[in-house]
């Protein structure tokens, strides 16, 4: 059992350069997430879906862009790269009941120059 | 607005030894859920507890629990009998208003060093 995967692990973009974090998860959860943790700051809620089709904003939304076309893969595209967007990203997934935790991924860490 | 405040960036614990970590939180939904995470140095997010607004006991998993106090808006992490794969960061979250929602906010965390 897998659980969450993402990919890549590590990237270097150059700033304007676009490109899509992969988030899988094979729990048949129907909520996924994206988080950006910074240093000294937490994590970050970046966008969310509660299912297929439907989508929205977290705390952190400009420059990214997300879509859940099946409820295995979330991916978050990036769509003209900052240094500001330099961080690690998790993607995350859990069952739509109440006390259900977050199941993250290992992380990527981004850097952007 | 919601809010989690964790105010030990570091903290230092002997072996075996018990150590609380503090985790305040600010929210006017009538319904909430708390989480603690542990982060470790290789960076992977591992959940440790859960504690739901109503319930009605504090929350217990294995040498975790926590020591929740509504009046206070506090959720304070205990870790008993401390061991040296402790050392880790420590994250309080909070998701409010009902289930059908993903934001979880998180505090900035706390730094736990365990000492032989």
């Known amino acids: 059992n897998a659980g969450v995967t993402q990919t890549p692990k590590f990237q270097v973009l150059k700033t304007g350069q676009s490109m899509t974090l992969q988030c899988a998860q094979d729990?048949?959860?129907?909520?996924m997430s994206w988080y950006r943790q910074d240093p000294g700051m937490g994590l970050r809620l970046i966008h969310y879906?509660?299912?297929?089709?439907?989508?929205d904003q977290g705390e952190v939304p400009n420059g990214y862009n997300v879509s859940r076309s099946t409820t295995e893969d979330f991916p978050l595209r990036l769509l003209s790269a900052a240094p500001s967007q330099t961080s690690v990203y998790f993607c995350?997934?859990?069952?739509?009941?109440?006390?259900?935790?977050?199941?993250f991924g290992n992380g990527t860490r981004l850097t952007v120059t | 607005a919601q809010k989690i405040t964790q105010t030990q960036p570091g903290m230092f614990v002997q072996e075996k030894e018990a150590v609380t970590l503090d985790c305040t939180y600010d929210t006017s939904d009538p319904s909430y859920g708390l989480f603690w995470y542990k982060q470790p140095s290789s960076g992977e997010m591992i959940f440790l507890i859960y504690q739901g607004s109503y319930d009605q006991q504090n929350a217990t998993e294995g040498r975790y629990s926590l020591n929740f106090q509504k009046a206070r808006k506090s959720a304070n992490l205990v870790i008993s009998a401390s061991q040296l794969g402790d050392s880790a960061m420590y994250f309080c979250a909070m998701r409010g208003d009902s289930y059908n929602t993903d934001k979880l906010i998180f505090g900035t965390g706390t730094r736990l060093q365990v000492f032989p």
């Open positions: 995350a997934s859990r069952r739509q009941i109440e006390r259900s935790p977050l199941h």
């Open positions: 879906s509660v299912g297929a089709g439907i989508t």
């Open positions: 729990m048949n959860h129907e909520y």
